[in-house]
C-alpha cells in the first residue's frame, strides 16, 4: 500500500510539473500572467490520449471542408467561394467589404496549394496538398494574412477584440459546431482571461490549429469537439 501511495504521489508530481511548464509556456508566448479554469486544470493534468497526428491532421482538414465546401458537393474547388460569401453575406452579420477581403484571401491560399480553376479536390487530396504546402515560407504569409482578415471580418463593430457572441456568430456561420459548444472553445484562445479575444490571440492559435499537428497552445478543441 505504501508503494502504491508512493507511485501516485510521483505521477501527481509528474503532472504537476507538466502544467506548471505548460503555464510557463503561454506566458512567455502571450506575455501575460495565466489562469486556468476547473475543465483547463483538468485538462492539462489528465494524462491524454496518444495523439496519431496523421488522423489528428486528418479531423482538423475535415473541419476546414466542412467550413468551406458550402454547395455540399463533397469537393473542395474554387467555386465554394462564390458560395462561401454568398452564405456570409446573408448572415447579415459581416461587412460586405471584408467578407471580400477574407475570401480573396482564402481563394489566393488555397491557389498556392495547388487548387486552381477547374480542379476539384476530394477531402483526402485536399489534406494531402495543405500538408505537403504547410511549412511554404509564402503560403504561410499568405495564411497569416487570411487570419488576420478573418478577424477583421468577425470584429464587425471595430472593438479590437473578439467576445463569446462574436466567437459563437463565426461558429454557427461557418458550421463549425454549435452555439452551444462555442464558449469551451473561446475559453481555450482567450489566454489572458479576459473575456476577449485579441488579434495576436486569434491569429496565433488558428494558425496553430489549421496548420499544424502542435498542441502547445491548447488549441485543439478551439472550434469544439474534432469531427468522429
Not at 12 to 35: D, E, M
Not at 159 to 173: F, N, P
Request: proline content about 3%; glycine content about 4%.
Amino acid at each position: 500500500q505504501f508503494q502504491g501511495s508512493v507511485a501516485n504521489i510521483v505521477m501527481a508530481s509528474q503532472k504537476l510539473v507538466s502544467l506548471c511548464s505548460s503555464i510557463n509556456t503561454r506566458a512567455i508566448l502571450t506575455g501575460q500572467p495565466q489562469r486556468f479554469s476547473a475543465v483547463q486544470f483538468i485538462r492539462f493534468t489528465s494524462t491524454p490520449p496518444e495523439i496519431n497526428r496523421d488522423e489528428l491532421w486528418k479531423k482538423k482538414n475535415q473541419m476546414i471542408f466542412r467550413a468551406i465546401d458550402h454547395n455540399r458537393d463533397n469537393f473542395f474547388s474554387q467555386d465554394d467561394y462564390p458560395a462561401l460569401t454568398e452564405q456570409l453575406i446573408k448572415s447579415g452579420k459581416y461587412h460586405h467589404k471584408d467578407i471580400t477581403a477574407f475570401v480573396n484571401k482564402c481563394s489566393h491560399g488555397t491557389a498556392l496549394m495547388g487548387l486552381s480553376v477547374g480542379l476539384n479536390w476530394s477531402l483526402e487530396e485536399w489534406s494531402k496538398a495543405h500538408k505537403e504546402r504547410q511549412n511554404h515560407p509564402v503560403l504561410v504569409s499568405v495564411l497569416l494574412e487570411m487570419y488576420d482578415a478573418m478577424f477583421t471580418m468577425l470584429d464587425k463593430d471595430r472593438k479590437g477584440y473578439l467576445t463569446l457572441e462574436d466567437w459563437e456568430d463565426m461558429t454557427e456561420v461557418f458550421h463549425l459546431n454549435s452555439r452551444e459548444e462555442a464558449k469551451a472553445g473561446f475559453d481555450s484562445v482567450d489566454a489572458d482571461k479576459n473575456g476577449k479575444i485579441s488579434r495576436e490571440e486569434f491569429t496565433k492559435y488558428t494558425y496553430e490549429f489549421f496548420c499544424t499537428t502542435d498542441n502547445e497552445l491548447g488549441t485543439i478543441d478551439m472550434f469544439g469537439p474534432l469531427p468522429k
